[in-house]
């Protein structure tokens, strides 16, 4: 099993990323993200929960979004040979549970590729996407919000990561296709894929 983590503040690419990712390696995408917005949708409890933090550009409890990654994990796993993780860990904590969590299954994180991009750019990527996508938390007051929670609370994982020896910075500005090669050079070289 081949596990990826892709990195970066929101905006930076990830959720594009991935869908190339997952075309040229047959990951299995899981975007915390995205599972809340399905919750929200269906109008459950959890989605009722995470809209309250969502709309105010907030993270979720880190125990919450702990059960949720394992149990979207587990139901995912037999079908799968690998995973690209978007959006998750976004806290120190967070990255320690999916540590011990793939120890327990006797898997592993292999590869993080953080995608990096100046704030003003990714400012004007999120209204962009939001006059576009209709998405409730790309306003420029959430956005401002989500940048900040992403500096103080995301971005130390850079070091968790480098510590880890799996961090790899890639430069998240220019073209989607440029960026897609920078981030498989790098996976390639760090790692055979099978
Ligand atoms: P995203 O689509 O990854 O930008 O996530 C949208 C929003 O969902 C974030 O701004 C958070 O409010 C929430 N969220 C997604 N993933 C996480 C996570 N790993 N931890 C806490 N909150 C999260």
Same mark, same amino acid.
């Given at each position: +099993?081949?596990? &990826?983590? %892709? /990195? ?13 990712? =997952?075309?040229? !390696?047959? &990951? ?11 919750? =929200?949708? #269906? ?10 933090? *969502? ?9 919450? +979004?702990?059960?949720?990654? #394992?149990?979207?994990?587990?139901? &995912? ?10 959006? /998750? ?11 011990? +969590? ?10 993080? =590729?953080? &995608?990096?991009? #100046?704030?003003?750019?990714? +400012?004007?990527?999120? =209204? ?38 799996? !961090?790899? #910075? *890639? ?7 440029? %960026? /897609? ?14």
């Amino acid at each position: +099993m081949f596990n &990826l983590v %892709i /990195f970066g503040a929101p905006g930076s690419g990830k959720g594009t990323q991935s869908e190339k990712l =997952i075309d040229r !390696y047959g &990951l299995t995408h899981i975007s915390t993200g995205d599972v809340l917005r399905k919750e =929200i949708a #269906a109008g459950s409890e959890l989605g009722k929960i995470a809209d309250s933090y *969502i709309s105010k550009g907030q993270l979720i409890p880190d125990e919450l +979004m702990v059960d949720i990654l #394992a149990s979207e994990f587990d139901r &995912l796993r037999p079908e799968s040979k690998g995973f690209i993780f978007d959006g /998750f860990p976004r806290t120190i904590p967070q990255a320690e549970a999916l540590k011990k +969590m793939l120890e327990d299954r006797g898997e592993e994180v292999h590869s993080v =590729i953080g &995608l990096e991009v #100046a704030d003003e750019e990714l +400012m004007e990527r999120l =209204i962009k996407r939001g006059a576009e996508s209709g998405r409730s938390d790309d306003n420029p007051e959430t956005i401002g919000n989500r940048l900040k929670v992403y500096h103080s609370t995301t971005s130390p994982l850079r070091d968790y990561y480098t510590a880890e020896g799996t !961090y790899r #910075a *890639i430069q998240g500005s220019g073209r989607v296709d440029e %960026i /897609f090669s920078r981030i498989t050079e790098a996976i390639e070289s760090q790692t055979v894929l099978n």
